[in-house]
């Protein structure tokens, strides 16, 4: 210990030694040779570093970034040890030349480590080649991606038109059936007839529904929307469904975003009426609409005090055709949370629930203050359908 304090505290010293210009038989040439040789070693050094610093604060996100600090710290030690090396033939500080290679030992023994343990990531980094092969993959799924939504919108205007066109045809035929007939047949007659027509029409109401879901996010037009004023508009259609149950609807300060009126109003539109059909018998609805700030995003939640939803099904709700009970009781076509979730993955945010069975529940979902102009949605397909 006592000679690393001694050796420490005389670290400058040069009075041991000879500057090297006195250590054996010099030539002009040779010496300077020497020192200039050292010297543009030197600056090559100190350029890498700073190169390498520059290309570090360009590349935003760049692999393996301690690797890189090592190495520079490396060749900057490196080039500091021939800069000193040059300087001894005037200032033989031999100490101050040890610490240096002593550091630059350290370091570089440092950065060896750093490459065998972080080899197979490197490997693993994807070169331009491979990132140009897979952007052609992409490619070439979102084309295959975007002809199939061709074809669904086809199908979908054939639905619209052919399907509903028989429907229409037999509700009316037995509409005419029961007016004009309906005399003459008994109670059995005329309840296969009301059966029919009520499938007919949860036919027609289901076509809508599909249509409706496949239509969410085809062609999305942002404007200004005022959600304060879309619920209100919401709830003023839904008057006659509250007026049924007796609802109480609160609703807090809602903020005003650039996205799709449409979608949003598809979203609210689907959360306060689900509110208002699963209520618990004999107790009036209460519902709250809110919303709060986020960093970067908006959190809604749309609460009411119903039957509540069983924690293990709350993936399945968002699901296309899931329903948790029988029409005879809760009308619909499980397709409502399904087109809820449609339009928050396009926008870029998540939706869950929070419930209590026989309490109620809470549904949140985020929305972005900014919402990017893309098709969040065909990506995520097109990287599902890649994988």
């Known amino acids: 210990m006592q000679e690393l304090i001694d050796f420490l505290s005389r670290l400058t010293d040069t009075r041991d030694w000879p500057p090297r210009w006195l250590c054996g038989h010099w030539t ?74 002593f550091l630059t030992a350290i370091v570089s023994v440092a950065t060896v480590f750093a490459l065998i343990r972080y080899f197979n990531e490197a490997v693993g980094l994807r070169t331009s080649s491979e990132y140009e092969r897979e952007l052609a993959i992409r490619q070439q799924i979102l084309q295959e991606l975007s002809r199939s939504n061709q074809e669904l919108e086809q199908f979908a205007y054939v639905a619209s038109h052919d399907l509903q066109s028989p429907l229409r045809t037999i509700s009316s035929y037995l509409t005419l059936l029961e007016t004009n007939y309906g005399g003459h047949l008994d109670d059995q007659g005329r309840h296969l007839i009301q059966t029919s027509t009520a499938a007919a029409s949860r036919m027609r109401v289901l076509i809508n529904d599909l249509l409706t879901f496949s239509h969410v996010g085809s062609a999305l037009e942002f404007t200004e929307v005022n959600l304060q004023d879309l619920v209100a508009e919401i709830l003023e259609e839904q008057q006659h469904e509250m007026n049924a149950v007796q609802a109480t609807i609160e609703v807090g300060p809602l903020p005003t975003l650039q996205a799709g009126r449409t979608e949003l109003k598809q979203l609210f539109q689907n959360l306060i009426t689900n509110g208002l059909k699963y209520h618990r018998a004999g107790v009036p609805v209460q519902l709250q609409v809110q919303a709060k700030e986020l960093g970067n995003s908006y959190q809604f939640s749309v609460t009411d005090n119903g039957i509540g939803i069983d924690p293990k099904h709350y993936q399945r709700v968002f699901q296309l055709f899931q329903r948790l009970h029988g029409r005879a009781r809760y009308p619909g076509t499980g397709i409502g949370l399904a087109t809820c979730k449609k339009i928050i993955d396009i926008y870029g945010g998540k939706i869950w629930i929070d419930s209590v069975p026989g309490n109620g529940s809470t549904f949140y979902f985020t929305i972005p203050k900014h919402i990017q102009a893309i098709r969040q949605y065909t990506e995520l397909t097109s990287l599902q359908a890649s994988n």
């Open 28 to 101: 002009d040439f040779h010496g300077w040779l020497y020192i200039g040789s050292d010297l543009t070693i030197w600056l090559a050094y100190m350029g890498i570093p700073l190169i390498l610093l520059r290309f570090i604060f360009i590349k935003k996100g760049i692999p393996l970034p301690g690797v890189f600090a090592l190495f520079g710290a490396f060749i900057l030690l490196c080039g500091t040890s021939h800069l000193v090396d040059a300087t001894m033939f005037w200032w033989p500080a031999y100490r101050f030349n040890a610490l240096v290679r």
